[in-house]
């Protein structure tokens, strides 16, 4: 696993990562919210820094960190359940300093992939980041 940060000639390669992941994991969001729920991922990828993962020449998703805080992490589908994950979350905190993570509470996979790697719930939301109804969790590394 290794990491770089976002190359603009990669970001098209990203956003079609993150709609293929999305469509995968978030199947809670209704249809109407998509397009704020896009609209909100465009605008994080230029406020955050995003950094590109790869097993080892392919691009298999990206991160995105603000500080201490994971604010994203999504695999392409291809390479979910293949413990990628995991490798990838480990090279995060390793090279990062991660401390915080805010997870969908409906997101139930993501949910418990945190809480198996040393996360604990320390908070919750009731709206999520642009005040849609989709309960947040937020979360603090054990250290």
Known sequence: MRYE????KNRAKIIKI???????????IID?????VEREFHR?????????????????GFAGINNHMLEML?????YIGKGLG???LDMLLSNFNIIFIDVNEQNNKAKEFYLRN????INRSELD?????YPVLHLKRII
């Open 129 to 133: 980041r642009i005040n849609l109804e």
């Open 32 to 36: 109407e919210d998509w397009i704020s």
């Open 86 to 88: 995991h490798a990838s």
């Open 118 to 121: 040393g996360f604990e719930i």
């Open 74 to 78: 999504f695999l392409d589908p291809d």
């Open 5 to 8: 940060y976002l190359e603009n």
């Open 44 to 60: 994080s990828l230029n406020i955050i820094d995003i950094v590109e993962l790869y097993n080892g020449e392919d691009l298999i």
């Open 18 to 28: 993150w709609h293929r992941s999305i469509k995968t994991t978030y199947d809670f």
